[in-house]
């Protein structure tokens, strides 16, 4: 499949858990849209990691919005509070965008603390007819980065390769083998598998507006409406007040302040609920952004065509990560969400900066070592502590395992395919209480504590 879909625009704060439950909701409105005449009731009910965080990451939200029809890309604060206010006051839907119900939040949407064993992020659909018998029903898996698969999808053995396609690259082996024969670079080899979906103009307009939409992100979290973030923690947003301190310094280490302020704005936007690209997740949207607002601003001859060349490199490197082990924090904590995107920014930043593949390859195993056993603790379920900082770091940990891989001599010890299959298995290992569930960590402590 192609690699573009790594990177998707949709709404915060939360792929797996805001963006996975609209798309989620859209299917079923698909699955149904036939049998909307017979639909009088729709009852909704979230699992385990989707239930547990599910208010704090608005997936009760989210469901609502998608079964009005609502497409996460179109989703503005003003169609969302529409959507809100008619099914919470009113307690009525727009099944589908097309035919009204009633809909009662109380009991129509259930929260279940239970995991169901394919996924911890799982949320079930069903409709009802007049004689409440339920005439579709469907379960459908948040796996992170805003995919999301049915239950028959997830019982379904994956094939890891395309015998269809002339390119397959299932690990960075694969890389190696295809830079041997042909001495390509990272970025020629992820836009030639690309070629096989797309055609260049299509490849290069999708990433031109990824980049537009990361960079919008960026402004208006320097401009923000609201002085602080919603929920209990009533977290100052901090972005404006840094941008406005902002100025040049002689302190070398100034550009940390910088790349700081990338990261934490567009965090911030995604925390508010903003439109934000899901790079590979929306817990860590701002760390692939930050780097490239790096080299934008402060390096020379980042231009359109180098912009290409990282997001490609960049989703080529999130997709082994998919592949091979997870982007959700459900699923292997924080370490699968901005550890994976350190990884992906330090491995396509080897790139445009003249790295060959081994290179990139090692900057991307460097930032990912250097993150692994990383949990997934949000303070009350909300992606603001320990998240807006934690993509800060991401992005200056991916900027230095660049520069450490492009001045390396030595051989690595490590390959980056063993330090994905050491990320999976440590998330494996990890308590469910440090992934995504607010059960521990920072979730609990700041939970018992006034902050």
Known sequence: MSNLSIFKIGIGPSSSHTLGPILAANLFCDMIESKLDSINRIAVRLFGSLSLTGKGHLSDNAAIWGLNGLKAKDATHEIQA???????NNKHILLCGKKDIAFNYESDLIFD???LPLHPNA?????????????ASETYYSIGGGFVKTQSQMQAIDSISDTKQKININNAKDLMEITKKT???LAKI????????????????????????????????????????PGPLHLHRRAKGMFERMHPTTDPFGIIDYISLYAIAIAEQNAGGG???????NGACAVIPAVMLYLKNHTVGFNDDAIIDFLLCAMLIGSLYKKNASISGAEAGCQAEIGSASSMAAGAMACVLGGNVAQCCNAAEIAMEHHLGLTCDPAFGLVQIPCIERNAFGAIKA?????????????PS???DAVIETMFQTGKDMNEKYKETALGGLAKTLSNSVC
């Open 190 to 229: 992820a836009l030639n598998y690309e070629l096989q979906f797309n055609n260049l103009d299509y490849i290069r307009n999708y990433c031109l507006e990824i980049w537009q939409v990361m960079q919008d992100s960026y402004m208006q979290g320097c401009h923000p409406k609201e002085e602080n973030l």
């Open 399 to 411: 900027i230095s395992a660049a520069r450490l891989a492009l001045n390396r001599k030595s051989t």
């Open 113 to 115: 603390s239970s995991f």
């Open 82 to 88: 529409q959507i809100l206010n008619n099914a919470l």
């Open 183 to 185: 001495k390509q670079n």
């Open 414 to 416: 490590v390959s980056l």
């Open 275 to 281: 439109r934000v690209v899901t790079a590979p997740t």
């Open 123 to 135: 949320i079930s659909f069903e409709a009802y007819n007049t004689q409440n018998n339920i005439i």
